[in-house]
């Protein structure tokens, strides 16, 4: 199979890119200021910018809505109890793509088809009527109404579960994608 467009744009980027690693190579395993980040995987959050990050400096979860799933919350775990991280913060965002679908409409678009969905002022569409699943019925996709709502409750499945150290700061905020701000959650 011959490269992509993209695969061989990606390539020729990691190529100079590894020409000038320098010292990175040297970098602890541990993240040196001691803590993580679990935001969205949205294009838009560059959490390095955002949060003042240089490489090695903090540990950086990423899903579909920054949610506190059950593997997020195994990579927080695992961030503080064997490579030290001592604080940890939830970082959503405004014009999340998380509020524009339900589980039962994702769980139907996927029991139909498994090619790109599309959305106008009706809802979401297949384009495609061939080779969907079932399977997307098991999952919980996290979606959320309430952005603030669901910062609260990530930051409060976080703090209860009975693995997470109860000393550990758990910080709620949200991402502005207009102004780059990062705005506290209370509660």
Not at 134 to 162: A, C, M, W
Request: charge should be negative; charged fraction near 20%.
């Amino acid at each position: 199979m011959s490269a992509t467009n993209i695969q061989q744009q990606v390539l020729a980027a990691n190529d100079g890119y590894a020409k000038n690693f320098g010292d990175k190579g040297n970098l602890a395993l541990s993240p040196a200021r001691q803590f993580a980040i679990l935001t969205c995987m949205d294009a838009r959050l560059d959490p390095a910018k955002y949060a003042g990050l240089a490489e090695g400096d903090a540990h950086v979860i990423r899903n579909a809505g920054g949610r506190a799933s059950d593997d997020a919350i195994r990579s927080l775990i695992i961030s503080h109890k064997l490579l030290g991280t001592k604080e940890w913060f939830v970082i959503h965002h405004t014009d999340c793509g998380m509020e524009l679908f339900t589980n039962d409409i994702i769980q139907d678009l996927l029991s139909t088809s498994l090619s790109t969905a599309t959305v106008d002022d009706s809802g979401w569409h297949n384009q495609q009527k061939e080779g969907g699943s079932d399977e997307g019925r098991y999952i919980n996709f996290l979606t959320f109404k309430n952005l603030e709502q669901s910062v609260r409750d990530d930051v409060k499945r976080i703090k209860t579960h009975p693995l997470v150290n109860k000393t550990i700061p758990v910080h709620g905020y949200i991402y502005d994608v207009r102004s780059g701000k990062l705005i506290a959650v209370n509660g």
